[in-house]
């Protein structure tokens, strides 16, 4: 159907697509109801990984898959209000590609690769390739999302994010972080302060660093300080905000070096409470 | 287009909808039911909140042939013909309307958060109606009609 009619707008939860007819932004030809398709609100697991539906909304991934996907149900959890929440997709989020999208920083951070269908078949994009500019995605005209595969908790996540509200808010920037106890990896993604979601490779890299050679994963010992003083600083240097009418790019910059300090403490302080299977 | 959906137990169409019409516009311009209020026309207010299957969603943000089908219930349906649902009665009560233009999605939304958490605390009741904004009574008298609400429920 798409292939058909490369330019129809595809709608799930509407909470993006709704608002641009109904102020008028934009006015399609002709749209695909995608809420209709219930292959799509499915979920499993597939290879060590979930497959998770491009359907499925917020409210199910809270309630159903909070246990497995502990990052992406807290960034779940801060989408707009129960309404929202009870149509908005990830799939949709993906589909926006807005930098500010909630569900991208953890999808980041674990890692999750994104499943395309078209009648040509399917092709499986990493997250970190997905996003190429404001607003822009790798999909092709002919293509849909189907899915995003994303593998459970190895190990504590967090994701915290600023705004004027705990509710209905747009987030001026967030941060999530993924511990992956199994492989002993960090995993990092920013949200609102670059053209794109985007990752700190430096931060991950001198993270592990830290913690390899302190023999920390073993020894759950406790992180220097200073050490996390530096995550922060390279997770803000990672970032590339602007200033716009939710904040200035250096109160971005400060608040993801705070985001960035507190998440790995909270994570690594529940890594060293409980043994992770 | 033609879209058929019960609405409030009955069965309704609405003929010649533009394809990017919203599920408020239906039911407001088409079929009469003025109860769903029309406001931000973005799901910032929830003056829209009505149910889709059962579901609590804003209806300005379901797109008039994803209703095709369905079930929806909106304010209009909460009540037992003319007796006041608990949750209405307690809003009146408790002094929780003044102008009274984001009343009945909170009823909504109230009805929606008691059907599933029967005695929720505050922080619970903050949470649930955070999509709905009010700009008269500054929430104090909402949050004693849903307790109040919680309290008459559970006694009967």
Not at chain 1, 85 to 99: K, Q
Not at chain 1, 196 to 222: C, H, I, N, S, Y
Not at chain 2, 63 to 72: H, K
Request: proline share 5%; hydrophobic share 40%.
């Amino acid at each position: 159907m798409k292939a058909a009619h490369p330019d129809a707008l595809p709608i799930a939860g509407g909470t993006d697509v709704m608002v641009e007819i109904n102020f008028d932004r934009s006015r399609p030809d002709s749209v695909i109801d995608l809420a209709s398709v219930a292959e799509l609100d499915d979920w499993g697991p597939e290879d060590g990984y979930l497959r998770i539906g491009a359907g499925v909304t917020y409210t199910r991934i809270i309630s159903e898959l909070g246990d497995r996907l502990p990052g992406l149900a807290m960034a779940s959890r801060t989408v707009g209000s129960p309404q929202i929440r009870n149509r908005g997709t990830v799939g949709g989020n993906l589909g926006s590609a807005s930098p500010a999208g909630d569900a991208h920083p953890p999808l980041l951070a674990s890692k999750a690769v994104v499943e395309l269908a078209s009648s040509a078949g399917i092709r499986r994009i990493p997250a970190r390739d997905f996003y190429v500019g404001p607003k822009k995605n790798a999909m092709r005209k002919d293509e849909l999302i189907a899915a995003f595969l994303i593998e459970p908790s190895n190990g504590p996540q967090q994701f915290s994010k600023v705004g004027t509200r705990n509710a209905m808010v747009i987030a001026v920037c967030s941060f999530a972080l993924t511990l992956d106890a199994k492989r002993k990896r960090v995993g990092t993604g920013i949200g609102s302060a670059a053209p794109t979601p985007v990752t700190a490779g430096e931060a991950e890299a001198f993270m592990q660093g830290v913690l390899d050679e302190g023999g920390l994963w073993e020894k759950r010992g406790e992180i220097d300080p200073s050490a996390l003083v530096r995550f922060g600083d390279l997770v803000a240097a990672a970032a590339r905000p602007i200033d716009d009418v939710r904040g200035t790019a250096a109160y971005r910059r400060h608040a993801l070096a705070v985001l960035a300090r507190r998440t790995f403490a909270w994570a690594w302080d529940e890594y060293r409470r409980k043994s992770v299977a | 287009m033609k879209v058929t959906f019960t609405v409030n137990g009955q069965r309704v169409s609405a003929d010649e909808v533009w394809e990017g019409e919203s599920l408020l516009y239906i039911l407001r311009e088409r079929l009469g039911l003025y109860g769903s209020k029309n406001a931000c026309e973005q799901g910032e207010c929830g003056s829209c909140s009505v149910y889709v299957d059962g579901t609590l969603v804003c209806a300005c943000l379901v797109l008039g042939g994803q209703a095709q089908g369905r079930d929806i219930v909106t304010v209009e349906g909460i009540a037992d013909g003319h007796a006041l649902h608990p949750v209405q009665q307690a809003f009146v009560e408790a002094g929780a309307v003044q102008c009274g233009f984001c009343t009945p999605g909170l009823i909504v939304a109230a009805h929606d958060l008691l059907r599933h958490t029967p005695e929720p605390t505050t922080v619970e009741i903050r949470e649930a109606l955070a999509g709905n904004i009010c700009r008269c009574t500054g929430y104090a008298k909402i949050l004693d009609a849903v307790h109040l609400a919680a309290e008459r429920m559970a006694s009967t």
